[in-house]
């Protein structure tokens, strides 16, 4: 895809970052049916329809981005790592796609929750992956950082969390070796922020983190279906 990557990247307007999205969902959709990977969505009522909310994920997999391709049908923008953007090759696509954070910089953190609320006042859905980076443990989820948690909380606008339990073994970190079987998105209930402050967000973010450890054992992360 990289030279349609390149085009819209070079005659970027508003218009073609949605274009560029629906381009990718429908391309994902074929890589993984050509490799044999099937999909199911479990509970997708809990997606909010015709408005605009902060969707987040663990992260076990590099299959974890194009699960979300599949995840929502919304124009959707992804928070990204500034060291993401330094990458010669990748800096294109996720600049179509992402806005980017200086983690390590309260300025960059700042302008970047600026952004992710303008996003989402402009009719954008959000993707985060809350754990910052892909989960090499055992564990289900590692610690959550408060980035997806402080953008919902200023836009007033609610989470969803999804969760897919099949990813680490359809396509392991340790061998990055893609293979058949059918992968589930388990999405949660929405969870609104109306009335909550800044103050708020510990407690918002373990509780959502809970939620999808719950939601993470009953889907039992039996493998491959």
Known sequence: MYPVVLFFSFVRKPLNSALFVQITRKWVKVILWLAGVRWKFINPQNLPRGSSYVIISNHTSLLDIFTAALAVEDNIKGLAKKEIGELPFLRFYFGLVSIFVDRSSSVSRQISLEKCAEALRSGHTLLIFPEGTRNRT?????????????????????????VTPDNRFLMPMKDKILRRGCLRIIYLEPIFTNGLREEDVPLLRERVRDLMAQALREAGETGIQ
């Open 138 to 162: 055992e564990e289900l989820l590692l610690p959550f950082r408060d980035g997806a948690f402080r953008i919902a909380i200023k836009a007033q606008c609610p989470i969803v969390p999804y």
